[in-house]
């Protein structure tokens, strides 16, 4: 997780996931009809790296492989049950695919 676990927005999650392509990730969900993104709101569509995120001292691999996930009041329990379903599906089989990665 990146960013404070106590200062933060509740609704607002943004994970790294080692191994893992941020733009590739965004894409499988997206085929997976679930919305999410791979910078700030402030910064959204641009192409540079989270400028938010390198405020905070994180590594330019771990804003790479990162996710904004943002939950709103039309959210339902369900979809978040889902997403935690598909997720760590989806990393594993990216990371399968991945030239580089290993795991450890």
Do not use: W
Not at 31 to 58: D, K
Not at 62 to 72: A, K, T
């Amino acid at each position: 997780m990146n960013g404070s676990r106590a200062e933060r927005a509740p609704h607002v999650t943004n994970l790294s996931f080692r191994g893992v392509e941020g733009e590739a990730l965004l894409i499988s969900l997206d085929f997976q009809g679930v919305a999410v993104s791979t910078g700030s709101a402030c910064s959204s569509g641009a192409v540079e790296p989270s400028h938010v995120l390198r405020a905070l001292g994180v590594s330019r691999d771990r804003i790479h492989g990162s996710i904004r996930f943002s939950l709103g009041r039309m959210n339902r329990e369900e979809e978040v049950e889902y997403l935690l379903e598909i997720l760590p599906k989806t990393v594993s089989r990216m990371r399968e695919m991945s030239p580089v990665y290993r795991e450890r």
